[in-house]
């Protein structure tokens, strides 16, 4: 047996969204940052492992601006 409730706090919900969207936007920022200056952020590391490192950092980015477009939906339906 479940303790807990059949939907969670709105409240709860709102702010969950905004962190969500906060952190996209920061790691947005951040990539345009290391885009741009890519001689530093790739210096000394070979081709496969920054592919890597930009794949993780995109699929984060993904899961990010999908909770917050999730949270924004169900915003609406509660």
Do not use: E
């Not at 807990?4 to 345009?32: E, Q, S």
């Not at 000394?44 to 980015?61: C, D, S």
């Amino acid at each position: 047996m479940s303790t807990l409730p059949d939907r969670a706090d709105p409240n709860l919900r709102n702010a969950a969204k905004w962190i969500a969207l906060i952190l996209f936007l920061l790691y947005c920022a951040d990539l345009v940052w290391k885009l741009a200056h890519w001689s530093q952020y790739a210096a000394g590391l070979r081709i496969p492992t920054i592919i890597l490192l930009l794949a993780l950092r995109l699929v984060f980015m993904a899961f990010l601006l999908w909770m917050y477009l999730r949270a924004r939906r169900n915003l609406g339906q509660l």
